[in-house]
């Protein structure tokens, strides 16, 4: 970017859009209201174009890329500014979308501002489509509490086995039987609750297995199953949230995109250091953790693990049985100094993680 370049700025909305341009040799940017329409900014972004040179940039909220990709397609360059790096002054109190979008311009000359990754078309819908798969979940979740909390209620408990939610556990909620219609109804239309999230939850699964064999996510998934924890769902959740792992220098840096490095404030000679940073993707973060709790058992390759492997990269496999033995060492040796087990699983999750680099990069 050079310095005659034109600086537009966008604070983007459901209905309307600001835009901030700033022009070589000024310091104030001008402010336009215009429609969130993509080609009415499109056509405003064009007309600049015309004068000379233009740089534009957003920041990433609820409206996607979808404008990043129009702005692609048109071969205007565009950035997408990741929210929580964008400085704020500690005694600004005031927000509007037009100061929003001019502070943005001025930023963003000044090269104070981070870009965040943007993902294929790809990737983003297997994420959406994994995002949604969890919130069914939590759906299935709900209707079974409600559930068991109306036969709790009445006195109705399942005593035939330790587990519920199996075969004999449904046959067993279908024979039950209410002396009123009004119980009557409140029990079938639970039932029916958890049967349709049930329903719903296993057409997304199915969804989900034929993404595993799409590019750019069916090299990352191979390589990725060849760790312990780390299945289908499991691994095409890391490739789709995590995208091209060559963005990140090193394994510290991916550390810290996931939130699992502790969080610090030193100052001088003093050095504190506190919980995890708790950055980065959330859903990337909680499926390293669920990976590393099973490096509590010793290293071995069990035959579901050696079927995951068949016909994938020698030096994935190679990093993932390094990672077997290192981590139960580093799990066995943190249990023995008496650390919390959430503790010992996040700083699992965190060495984790850089074996996953580093197999991906390879």
Known sequence: ?????????????????????????????????????????????????????????????????????????????????????????????????????????VLYRAGALTAIHIPTEQEEAARDLLRCREDIRADLLRARHRLSHFLLRHGRRFTLTKRAWTKRHAAWLQAQRWPLPALEQ?????????????????AVDTELRDLLTLAPLRARVERLRCFRG?????????AAELGDPRRFPNAPSLMAFTGLIPSEHSSGAKQARGPITNTGHAHLRRVLVEAARQYRHHAFLGPSLQQRQRGAPAAAIDSAWRAQRRLHRRYRCLAARGKPKQHIVTAVARELTGFLWAALIQ
């Open 1 to 105: 970017m050079t310095k005659s370049t034109t600086i537009i700025a966008f604070d983007q909305h459901a209905a309307t859009t600001v835009a901030a341009v700033l022009l070589s040799g000024q310091r104030t940017p001008a402010l336009h209201t215009l429609t969130s329409d993509i080609p009415i900014i499109l056509r405003f972004v064009e007309r600049l174009r015309r004068a000379g040179e233009v740089q534009c940039c957003y920041e990433a909220g609820p409206c996607g890329f979808e404008l990043q990709r129009a702005f692609t397609t048109h071969h205007i360059p565009c950035e997408v500014i990741a929210p929580a790096l964008i400085p704020r002054r500690p005694g600004d109190r005031v927000k509007t979308d037009r100061r929003d979008a001019g502070q943005l311009a």
């Open 186 to 202: 409140t029990h079938r239309a639970y039932v029916r609750a958890v049967d349709e999230a049930m329903d719903r939850l296993h």
């Open 230 to 238: 780390i299945d289908a769902l499991t691994a095409l959740t890391i």
